[in-house]
């Protein structure tokens, strides 16, 4: 069964910093993977998505990485902003079998 | 394109009471997803569909849960004799679900609170 956790669970980094987002799988047979952004009390905002294949997505400041050997994806954002406090989760789908981890939570300071 | 509709917002009722959800997913996207989330914690999938056809259920979706996508375009979740722990957002999403392109796009979710 696929175990995916996201640590620390909450992260407070002052504005400019850059911000690093982990996110674990214990199986490494999975199809692509998904990071999003929730805002309090909304619904899932996408970010990246990477497949199986891909080592990393880049999107402006948003970076992805996958390792799937070390069973491992990492999320940075560069320069961070206040606009960027959220909860950041990744989602991993295991060839149908889909299962978010718990998030990140981040505040990012003026 | 006006993204993933979902209704009611919010829904409030008692204990042993049905109530169902509805998603209508984007326009000409294939996959769409149910997941519950609760308060701290990341959603839980419960069932998708390709098409009209549900895929894959969770085994957290129990006897009283139901879901339906009977052409292929908008999807209901049902909740039969509504429990106090049914209380969560549920999200649905939908995906193109061609290979290598099933970005999932979330609606803003219903909330259910069960008195």
């Known amino acids: 069964k696929q175990e995916v956790t996201q640590i620390p669970a909450a992260l407070s980094v002052p504005e400019g910093e850059n911000l690093v987002l982990n996110c674990s799988f214990t199986d490494s047979a999975i199809y692509n993977l998904q990071w999003f952004r929730q805002d309090p009390g909304k619904g899932l905002t996408s970010l990246l998505l990477i497949q199986s294949s891909q080592r990393e997505q880049t999107s402006g400041r948003l970076n992805a990485s996958l390792d799937k050997s070390s069973g491992r994806s990492t999320l940075y954002i560069a320069a961070s902003q206040p606009g960027d406090s959220a909860t950041y989760l990744c989602l991993l789908d295991s060839w149908g079998k889909l299962q978010f981890g718990a998030g990140t939570q981040v505040v990012v300071t003026p | 394109d006006t993204g993933v509709s979902q209704n009611p917002r919010h829904k409030i009722t008692k204990r042993g009471q049905n109530v169902t959800f509805r998603c209508d997913p984007i326009?000409?996207?294939?996959?769409l997803y149910w997941y519950r989330q609760t308060l701290g914690q990341g959603p839980e999938f419960l069932t998708y569909?390709?098409?009209?056809?549900?895929?894959?259920k969770s085994r957290l979706l129990s006897d009283r849960f139901s879901a339906e996508r009977p052409k292929g375009s908008f999807s209901t979740l049902e909740i039969q004799r509504t429990e106090q722990g049914d209380s969560a957002m549920y999200l649905c999403?939908?995906?193109?679900?061609?290979?290598?392109?099933?970005?999932?796009?979330f609606g803003a979710g219903t909330r259910l609170s069960v008195l």
């Open positions: 999403a939908s995906s193109l679900g061609l290979a290598g392109e099933n970005i999932q796009y």
């Open positions: 326009s000409e996207h294939n996959r």
């Open positions: 569909f390709q098409n009209e056809a549900q895929l894959e």
